[in-house]
């Protein structure tokens, strides 16, 4: 009985085009805190324009207590000025991320979609015995990933921990359109 409840709120929302397979992805906004200052410093966290249509992403992080052999990051999706509860979310071990062939299908997609093994330093796994960049990571005004979810605009919250203190947030500003 539920199930069938369910099929029918999901073919009345796909009709009435509350609900859809969004296509379009532009990130209009890119902010980034630091937590905890005597940890790391953030010295460079720009999205410029290059050309027409084309953002850039700069970012250098400076870690002041090295080696770091345990680092999470967890991500939440929001959707902005409607709630405080994120519309999904999931944490990774970033040093087992690259050790192992079963990641998390979610993270693995949206590494490969920035191409961040080409355009930064995240590539390897533990320890991090350097400095973290993002180095002109190109960024289109809009960019087709299809993703099950509405239009409208959305914020993605990437919370970095080591050894399980949170260190700093990363906040990209999302335009979800057809």
């Not at 249509?53 to 990051?73: A, D, F, H, Y």
């Not at 062939?101 to 590539?123: D, I, Q, W």
């Not at 390897?124 to 809009?142: G, K, T, W």
Request: hydrophobic share 40%.
């Amino acid at each position: 009985m539920r199930q069938l409840v369910f099929i029918r709120v999901l073919v009345i929302s796909l009709s009435l085009n509350v609900l859809t397979w969004a296509s379009l992805i532009g990130v209009t906004g890119l902010k980034c805190h630091v937590v905890d200052p005597s940890f790391c410093s953030i010295e460079n966290c720009v999205m410029k324009p290059v050309r027409r249509g084309v953002k850039e992403v700069n970012m250098v992080v400076r870690l002041l207590q090295v080696p770091i052999t345990n680092v999470s990051v967890r991500a939440e999706i929001l959707r902005r000025g409607y709630s405080t509860r994120p519309l999904y979310q999931f944490e990774i071990d970033c040093c087992q991320f690259w050790l192992t062939k079963r990641r998390n299908p979610m993270a693995h997609e949206v590494y490969k979609f920035l191409r961040l093994g080409t355009y930064s330093n995240l590539n390897h796994s533990c320890p991090y015995n350097n400095d973290l960049f993002i180095d002109h990571l190109p960024i289109d005004e809009v960019m087709n990933l299809y993703l099950p979810i509405g239009k409208g605009e959305y914020v993605l919250k990437l919370h970095w921990k080591t050894y399980n203190v949170l260190r700093t947030t990363i906040y990209v500003n999302l335009k979800i359109t057809d």
